[in-house]
């Protein structure tokens, strides 16, 4: 599968959003950001063994699609509109059928598109080294992105209830 269809559909109910749902997805897309900054404070150590010696390998010879989701593109999106012209051009270089090293990585080596806030889920709290001392911020951006992803669901129903409403409707 592609990164592609997931952007779009981000992109999509995004689109539909009412402006009180925006603004519930606003402050859902904060906290997880203020949670990964959390994250990345207690995890400096850890984030920059992945710098140094490392070397990025976690996104090296990966199935993107494996890694990010919707959910993930729109946490991103909702804070930061300039992604919404930054990700069409590194999905481009997508090679949906072969492991690759990550589509975001700037030039292809990095650093990361993403800002260190706005990550997607598996690429802020997984680590390649013992996250013994930092597991209860870990949970605290999973817990986050669980409500978002909530969020997201109840928001895939409604846009498809009101479709169904289309077709169904008596005129």
């Not at 199935?63 to 804070?79: E, Q």
């Not at 978002?148 to 209830?161: D, H, S, W």
């Amino acid at each position: 599968m592609s990164l592609s269809p997931r952007f779009q559909e981000a992109l999509q109910l995004l689109a539909g959003l009412t402006e009180k749902e925006r603004r519930y997805l606003t402050g859902l897309s904060r906290n997880i950001s203020r949670s990964e900054a959390g994250l990345a404070a207690a995890a400096a150590p850890l984030l920059h063994r992945c710098t140094t010696v490392c070397k990025g390998l976690c996104c090296r010879n990966i199935v993107p699609d494996t890694l990010i989701d919707t959910t993930d593109f729109i946490f991103a999106l909702s804070l930061d509109d300039a992604l919404e012209k930054v990700i069409p051009v590194h999905l481009e270089k997508e090679n949906p059928f072969y492991g690759t090293d990550c589509v975001f990585l700037e030039a292809g080596t990095g650093p990361c598109i993403f800002p260190a806030h706005l990550r997607p889920l598996v690429c802020i709290t997984a680590f390649c080294a013992n996250d013994h001392g930092i597991r209860k911020e870990i949970a605290r951006v999973k817990w986050a992105f669980f409500r978002l992803e909530g969020f997201v669901r109840v928001a895939k129903i409604r846009r498809l209830a009101g479709r169904m409403m289309k077709v169904f409707s008596i005129h």
